[in-house]
């Protein structure tokens, strides 16, 4: 028997980028052998990070009745209530923000926070009209793009791309065409932004966050790879909250990917809605990750970790592998690399590509090359003819340095492939 799928069915089981990419991880971490994920967005295997994940297990085992506990008790849909204590507790005494409990809760992961909150915000409305999360700069986050319950949920804005020498750019938010509507429900961003490593600057943020608070919507700021933790950000920036604001944080990023643990922070009512809709779609939230870090979010230990060993490995695997890319593109064709300024990825982009990113991904997976094309992170957009899009492609600097540089050089090499048997004149700066 076949069933019938509805049209939001059919629309989820069709087939989405993020789905592809977790199904092509999935499949290269299981299968083992000498395939070169460069596309994923696991979090490196950091041996001091992960000694501190294995003396709070065995702390937990130590503990009479810790362990049962942990695995054989519901928490409450906001999430374990001391767990959310110390999360607030930690926001105050960082930023001095005035968060109470009343503005946390707990989801199963980042995904599911967003979905929460995009199909809270967006969508059809009770008395028949629709409105639309605005993303004021894309690429970003392909795990948002099918998110949806309505079809067309995003309306994204292309943005200012800054030519920085002959390999380097960085993109900027475009005020000028940016544009907020009565059937804006809120601005979301993230910083660092998944998939380019780009943080959108003080400034940036702080007209983001006057228009949406002119506006009376709020500014959701996805703060996966951010402060206070797990801190991998490059280059300063200050965090912005406020009344009007969403913030979102996660466990995975630290190390933790398995315990698909989300925090919302946001106004009372927005949490109190996510919270409800947490205990409808999954009951309640994993107890696991929640009581690994509960003590170190409590005593402050995160932040250290987070400052002094988190932080500077990423940053550093970021400065040897922009060297790598140097290494195994040279100037044979051209290509410019976003700035590296937070988060875990390299955005490449090859300017005049005689092939989209997607023909590109498909050559590299026949080599045990996994990259993500860049198209899917461009959703929401009325461009169909930019070639942008299609230039693009994200890389992870995650994995073992020998996979990274072994995976770029393949890259370099089936890129000049697709530009001919001659080297391809580097293009001036634009």
């Known amino acids: 028997m076949i069933p019938r799928f509805s049209a939001l069915g059919q629309r989820f089981a069709a087939g989405t980028g993020i789905g592809t990419l977790m199904k092509d991880l999935g499949q290269a971490l299981a299968a083992g052998g000498d395939v070169k994920m460069l596309g994923g967005g696991q979090p490196a295997s950091i041996p001091a990070v992960e000694a501190v994940w294995r003396r709070r297990l065995e702390e937990i085992l130590a503990e009479p009745g810790a362990m049962e506990r942990m695995l054989g008790h ?113 601005i979301c961003v993230s910083r660092p932004t998944n998939p380019t490593g780009n943080v959108l600057t003080d400034d940036e943020l702080a007209r983001l966050s006057a228009l949406a608070r002119q506006h009376g919507i709020p500014l959701i700021i996805d703060n996966a790879y951010g402060a206070p933790f797990p801190g991998a950000i490059f280059t300063p920036a200050e965090p912005l909250w406020g009344d009007h604001v969403i913030l979102t944080l996660s466990l995975s990023k630290l190390g933790l990917p398995g315990t698909r643990t989300g925090i919302v922070v946001g106004p009372p009512e927005v949490v109190a809605a996510v919270a409800e809709m947490g205990s409808v779609i999954g009951l309640a939230n994993p107890n696991i990750g929640q009581e690994i870090v509960l003590p170190l979010v409590a005593s402050g230990e995160i932040l250290r970790l987070s400052e002094t060993v988190i932080r500077p490995f990423y940053e550093e695997r970021s400065r040897l592998a922009r060297g790598w890319v140097e290494e195994a593109f040279g100037d044979r064709f051209d290509y410019a690399v976003h700035l590296s300024e937070g988060a875990f990825f390299f955005w490449v982009w090859f300017p005049g590509l005689p092939a989209t990113t997607q023909q590109l991904y498909e050559r590299l997976k026949a080599r045990g090359v996994l990259v993500v094309p860049g198209h899917h992170f461009f959703y929401g957009l009325d461009a169909p003819d930019w070639p942008h899009p299609h230039e693009c492609i994200r890389l992870t600097f995650t994995m073992p340095p020998e996979t990274i540089r072994e995976g770029l050089a393949i890259i370099g090499e089936e890129v000049r492939r697709l530009h001919g048997a001659k080297p391809h004149a580097t293009q001036p700066p634009r």
């Open 74 to 186: 519901y928490d409450p849909p906001r999430g374990n209530p001391r767990f959310v204590e110390a999360v607030a507790g930690l926001l105050r005494s960082s930023f001095g923000w005035d968060v109470t409990p009343e503005h946390v809760a707990v989801t199963v992961g980042g995904q599911t926070a967003f979905f929460m909150l995009f199909n809270l915000l967006a969508g059809r409305m009770a008395d028949g009209s629709r409105r639309e999360i605005l993303l004021p700069l894309v690429p970003e986050y392909i795990g948002y793009a099918s998110q949806g319950l309505d079809n067309a949920v995003f309306r994204a804005v292309p943005p200012r791309i800054e030519r920085i020498g002959r390999h380097d750019f960085k993109y900027h938010v475009d005020f000028e065409a940016l544009e907020v509507t009565a059937e804006t429900a809120a």
